[in-house]
């Protein structure tokens, strides 16, 4: 092993100590703040590159999960409505910190693009001209390799036997023929099933001596979580004539009832914001193409729309309310589920479904890699080569994260200037 690598390598007493952290430490907190940060201003690409970077941060460097853990969770979030990748980062806070750890994981990996979109929304047209847009191409070109790294290092733990991998190509196949959400819900079913046919869960578990991720939830805080969800759903459906009560309850609706990620919300946000004129069809898609630039998740648009809304609230406490609105049915649910989860997953039958279903999130990532990742962003062959870079960086060299956005973006700079 490298130099490199060992450094890069937590030890099984880090991960021991890492996972058994005191979570009401301030300098728990501290550092689980300042790693989210970290994503939060390096994480382009979509919810699916979002978990290649979780993946690389939290499970190879940190080590604050296992491999297993860290499909479980997203998994989870895969399956619950609300934007995937955020629900998995706060569960992962959760899960190292307690509730104030989940707040502060999803502060830090939420307010960069936050900031970042209300600039925007102020006239920070940062995102024209030919060296803007090349470092946008290659923010998007980044997230290929990111991608990749995880599809790769999940497929090695999951998919180690004949079964699992023609399980994980049959959820690449399931996932695009119907398409959106009901593909990727329906590989998942299809994944629990055939763990359940199969039997016992033949993959992931003899990864680490380190005891298990501790789960800082107890049931009766799920059991209200769960319950100030489904109250607070049902008010959003009561014609209020607050405008302030009429923005979150629109926000809340659209974050608690789609499913499969930030593009699926576009529709239901388009109805209450565009077709009520609170918001003009043009600064719509202004604000749209400007979170598709950003870092960080998609459901951050919220934020812009509250910002630009013709009725009050609008600025800053618009954007306050609407990203309140459309995160918090997510967040309280996976908050919710997680010591229930924590419970089912380890009994045989569901721990046999969870085989199948871990195969069956990397056919999706792996679906994903192509269609919209690969896709956007190779379109000739200096992407390609540019692309292979960002690989052989991040997965022989082992480069940090930040450091191969960074590089890769200034490529997708250069290449822009050439063409």
């Avoid at 907190?29 to 970077?53: K, N, Q």
């Avoid at 359940?196 to 033949?202: H, K, P, V």
Wanted: charged share 15%; hydrophobic share 55%.
């Amino acid at each position: 092993m490298s130099k490199a690598e060992d450094r890069r390598r937590p030890t099984a007493a880090d991960s021991e100590r890492d996972r058994a952290g005191a979570p009401d430490s301030l300098a728990n907190l501290a550092d689980i703040l300042l790693e989210f940060s970290r994503l939060g201003v390096t994480s382009f690409g979509g919810p699916i590159a979002h978990f290649g970077y979780f993946r690389e941060r939290f499970v190879v460097r940190r080590g604050w999960l296992s491999e297993r853990e860290f499909t479980d969770l997203v998994a989870l979030c895969q399956f619950l409505p609300g934007p995937a990748s955020s629900q998995t980062g706060f569960a992962v806070g959760v899960m190292r910190g307690g509730l104030a750890g989940g707040l502060v994981a999803w502060a830090g990996f939420t307010l960069p693009s936050v900031l970042l979109l209300l600039a925007f929304a102020q006239g920070a047209a940062f995102l024209t001209g030919t060296v803007a847009t090349g470092i946008l191409h290659g923010l998007k070109v980044v997230a290929v390799a990111v991608v990749a790294q995880a599809v790769w290092g999940m497929a090695r733990s999951f998919c180690t036997d004949r079964l699992h991998a023609t399980l994980a190509i049959a959820a690449v196949i399931v996932t695009i023929v119907p398409g959106g959400p009901a593909g990727q819900l329906l590989a998942i079913v299809l994944g629990a099933v055939v763990g359940l046919l199969a039997g016992a869960d033949s993959t992931g578990r003899a990864e680490s001596d380190a005891p298990p991720a501790p789960v800082r939830v107890s049931p009766q805080a799920g059991r209200v979580a769960l319950a100030l969800a489904a109250l607070l759903l049902a008010a959003a459906f009561v014609p209020w004539a607050s405008a302030t009560a009429s923005l979150f309850s629109a926000f809340y609706k659209a974050g608690a009832l789609v499913f499969g990620g930030g593009h699926v919300i576009l529709p239901l946000l388009e109805e209450s914001m565009v077709e009520s004129g609170r918001v003009s069809a043009d600064a719509f898609l202004a604000g749209y193409g400007a979170a598709q630039a950003v870092p960080g998740p998609l459901f951050t648009f919220a934020a812009y729309l509250g910002a630009v809304d013709t009725l009050p609230p609008s600025g800053l406490a618009g954007a306050v309310i609407a990203l309140a609105g459309i995160f918090l049915p997510g967040l309280l649910l996976v908050y919710g589920v997680l010591p229930f989860w924590s419970q089912l997953k380890e009994r045989p039958t569901a721990r046999a479904a969870l085989s199948g279903i871990n195969a069956a999130v990397v056919g999706i990532l792996l679906s994903a890699l192509y269609h919209p990742v690969w896709t956007s962003a190779v379109k000739d062959e200096r992407d390609f080569a540019l692309v292979c870079v960002s690989i052989l960086l991040l997965m022989v060299w082992r480069a940090p994260a930040w450091l191969v956005v960074l590089l890769t973006a200034l490529g997708g700079a250069g290449i822009a200037l050439l063409r």
